[in-house]
């Protein structure tokens, strides 16, 4: 690994330290809520433990806590999860695992997981900012939903502590810097547009999937052509015979009718004698 390589991995994990204490910090949040909406402790972590997407779980508690049946909150939550879906898919081919590697990194692609990746130049600090990411997120977001299912209603309303914004303030942060060309920025608006145009006639998780769409529409639009190939590319039939450092000289057996030949050579035809 170079030195510019080590750098940018410590850079990674930098920001995958930061983001995952200000996203896991939102995990108490989540575990006072469960809580409240009426389920107890086991079913608190077990859900978090297993199910481990921030919106989904806030999103099935929702529907639990409005009386919803079962049903409605697994779609629900299921529909909202779809999205980690298309961050597998965009994650596949640059982290390249296999075995129980590819099922634990599966189970830790989130929102910041894949922000934080994606963010990197090389394929180390990718590896590095997606592992550090997802790990210290599930680690610090369990831990604390704990300690919010625990405090219960001790703690009150969670959102007057101002922890519903650190997750979206950490992945703000993010994108931002990936705003600078301006079909970044029409991107992020026109996904904008549309998750709020469908907010309020269509089922949770719908809107976010949406956004996903117009994004993916307006990058394959946006792709860059492939660049022609110029003439310093072009490989001439037969050049592959010609030597690089013989002056243009031809091999034996080369039969180019506008070759010289052997003229100005020793022992071509201005060296040779005709015999008397």
Sequence with gaps: MTPEDRFEV???VRQAVSVSIATGLYGISFGALSVVAGLDLAQTMVLSLLLFSGGSQFALIGVVASGGTSGAAITTAGLLGLRNTLYGAQLSPLLALHGWRRVLAAHLTIDESTAVAT??????ALR?????????????????????????DAMGDPKAWGLDAAAGAAFLALLWPRLASRVMQLTAALAVVVAVALLPFVPPGIPVLAAGAVAIVIGQVARQPRQPVTVTEYVPDGAANVPQDGGGEQTPGSSDPDDPGDVGRPGGPSDRTEEP
């Design 10 to 12: 410590r850079a990674a």
């Design 119 to 124: 963010a990197q130049k090389s394929r180390a």
């Design 128 to 152: 590095a900012g997606f592992w550090w990411t997802g790990i210290g997120i599930f680690v610090v977001w369990n831990l604390l939903t704990l300690v919010g299912a625990l405090a219960g």
